[in-house]
């Protein structure tokens, strides 16, 4: 068995974009090996059930793919270093190192006085663009009881998360020469669609996510400078949350703009677990003093619907996908603490 380090700088070394995890793949295939247990290799995911005996199915999910490198960066991306016992490279902190930690507290967990149940780890591919990973797995993994999310979130868990609605708004309108004036101008028309945008609020809060959220991310309109246009296109992101189905929001975008509002994607739905659940008071309990919370971002939670779900992992979400990303050493041991005892504590709080 590797070392909770070495395994991580191995794993950074390995460069992963989304769509091309084969090398990660085949590292873990090895270290799962030697683990002693039996992977499962389907497409660029990859799973291992470790068996305690009769018990519920508790699931571990983390991603090996990353954002691809970038620019600005100060280190080595690819070397991961350890310098000041910070591990540098991309990929350390969004998940690799959450996925070593995973797979070496499941090691702990079942090396001796194994649960009462079985772990099924999945270590999927495609993360960060949501395609061909945990989604397109499911469906040939037994239903798990449970389930934990590993993303970087300093050990707290997240109880809720919300989801994404992506909307395009056109504005229409007449061109006529600027020289000559007439006209509809669309710029102008959907300048009053992003006024009465920043006007929307959604009452409902909800106990974790608060309300939702809405911004114009983009805007795009007029040819020429002498031409009046006669559409200008703005894209519309949303925040959801459980209070207010996609449905609800769009209703309130049409009522509120005079453009023609379609819905880009409305399928990453905001999810929630019931903070009383026992997944929740594991991993409670694995982080005394830790607080539960609800996360903005998306991750492969949005596929587990249904299922009672944490999202938890070593590393602060703030650091992924930036220049000079890194995990500290003592964060990643912690981590790696922190899942066995969160397996341990789950299986005793599903059986009492
Ligand atoms: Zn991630």
Request: aromatic share 4%; with cysteine.
């Amino acid at each position: 068995m590797t070392g909770a380090v070495g395994l991580l700088q191995d794993l950074v070394r390995l460069p992963s974009p989304s769509g091309k995890e084969e090398a990660v793949v085949a590292r873990l295939e090895a270290e799962f090996r030697s683990l002693g247990w039996t992977p499962e290799v389907r497409g660029r995911n990859i799973t291992a059930l470790l068996d305690g005996g009769p018990g519920p199915l508790l699931l571990l999910n983390s991603h090996t793919d990353t954002v691809p490198v970038g620019a600005e960066w100060t280190k080595d991306p690819l070397a991961a270093a350890v310098e000041d016992g910070r591990i540098y490279g991309r990929g350390s902190n969004d998940a690799k190192g959450c996925l070593t930690a995973m797979v070496l507290g499941a090691a702990r967990a079942f090396s001796k006085n194994a649960p009462k149940g079985r772990v099924l780890l999945a270590a999927t591919c495609e993360e960060e663009t949501l395609g061909q990973g945990l989604e397109k797995l499911l469906p040939s993994l037994p239903r798990p009881d449970a389930a934990v999310v590993g993303e970087p979130t300093g050990l707290q868990p997240a109880v809720a998360q919300k989801g994404l609605v992506v909307l395009e708004i056109t504005a229409r309108g007449r061109s006529a020469h600027a020289a000559w004036g007439g006209g509809v101008n669309a710029v102008e028309a959907a300048a009053r669609d992003v006024l009465a945008l920043s006007g929307l609020s959604f009452e409902r809060a909800h106990p974790a996510l608060g309300t939702p959220s809405l911004n114009v991310t983009q805007i795009s309109g007029g040819e020429r400078h002498n031409v009046i246009p006669d559409r200008c296109r703005l894209v519309v992101d949303v925040r959801t949350t459980p209070d207010y189905a996609p449905e609800e929001i769009v209703a309130r975008v049409r009522a509120a703009v005079g453009g023609e509002v379609v819905v880009r994607s409305s399928r990453l739905g905001s999810v929630a677990t019931d903070p009383a659940h026992a997944v929740v008071r594991a991993a409670l309990a694995a982080n005394p003093g830790s607080v539960p919370y609800g996360s903005p971002t998306l991750s492969d939670w949005v596929f587990l619907k249904g299922i009672p779900t944490v999202k938890a992992g070593p590393g602060e979400s703030r650091r992924s996908h930036t220049p000079d990303e890194y995990l500290e050493t003592a964060e990643l041991e912690a981590g790696v603490a922190f899942y066995e005892a969160l397996i341990r504590r789950y299986f005793e709080e599903a059986a009492a």
